[in-house]
């Protein structure tokens, strides 16, 4: 067998510092160091082993009581180009494997103008001096126009739908869809709309795994519960899912 990876046996999710403290008894490491590489796992415990090394690490795990197995490396599913999907189309819903569902946020950095000069501070001692003299003091510096950048955050949710023979994926942003389908169902808020499609998209594809991200929104957690920092996050899990499936997993 070429490289190994080693992916949880079952689509569901151990408790993360069950699998924090597994890690650590393995590799002899601080539990708090483990914690971080149990929240990125995202079903995929460990890749690019040899094959003692996967088996060994499979084993250890089970005695904690974390069910997972050992595949090829290039037995890892790997996920085609996301479609953006800006409507409901026909077929979509048919024949998906799985409904791929995620919230997290997304910080950028946006650039403004400002004027900078003289503080205000400076003014305002001025504005003093004149008042009790008669005699302004010169402030140092023009004011000036320049650009300054500061950090914005936004909650982005998605779907991501796989399915399709070949496999195809078609991927929903919240923000950047067109709810009308909704009819009167439709809301006024982007978030309830998405949750319907989403619901939707699940009554009409019993067959399609869901991923935690999909249960979450569905049952109305916080979204700091589900755990995705990025999109790597969400693809990750996809893979795991497709992966499992794809073995025979339940």
């Known amino acids: 067998m070429s490289a190994c990876s080693v992916i949880l046996a079952t689509p569901e999710y151990p408790d993360i510092m069950a699998l924090a403290k597994a890690l650590a008894a393995i590799r002899r490491a601080p539990v708090q160091d483990q914690v971080h590489v149990a929240k990125r796992a995202w079903g995929i415990i460990s890749e690019h082993l040899s094959e003692a090394d996967a088996g060994t690490l499979v084993d250890s795990l089970r005695r904690a009581g974390i069910e997972c197995r050992v ?12 479609e953006t999907l800006l409507k409901m189309e026909a077929g979509v819903a048919d024949s998906l494997a799985l409904i791929a569902a995620a919230g997290y946020t997304v910080v950028s950095a ?67 869809f067109d709810y009308s389908f909704l009819k009167e169902r439709k809301q006024y808020q982007s978030f309830a709309n998405f949750k319907l499609l989403l619901g939707d998209l699940v009554a009409a594809s019993p067959q399609a795994w869901r991923n935690r991200g999909t249960q979450a929104i569905l049952s109305g957690q916080p979204l700091h519960t589900m755990g995705y920092e990025t999109l790597a996050d969400l693809e990750r899990e996809a893979k795991w899912l497709l992966t499992l499936r794809s073995l025979g997993g339940t």
């Open 110 to 176: 946006v650039a403004g103008t400002g004027t900078e000069g003289p503080k205000s501070a400076l003014k305002i001692i001025n504005a003093g001096i004149l008042l009790t003299t008669g005699l302004p003091i010169k402030l140092g510096g023009k004011e000036r126009k320049g650009t300054k950048t500061h950090e914005v955050s936004e909650t982005v949710y998605q779907i991501d739908l796989v399915g399709g023979t070949p496999h195809r994926r078609w991927r929903v942003q919240a923000s950047h």
């Open 71 to 82: 595949v090829a490396g290039e037995a890892i599913a790997p996920l085609p180009p996301a």
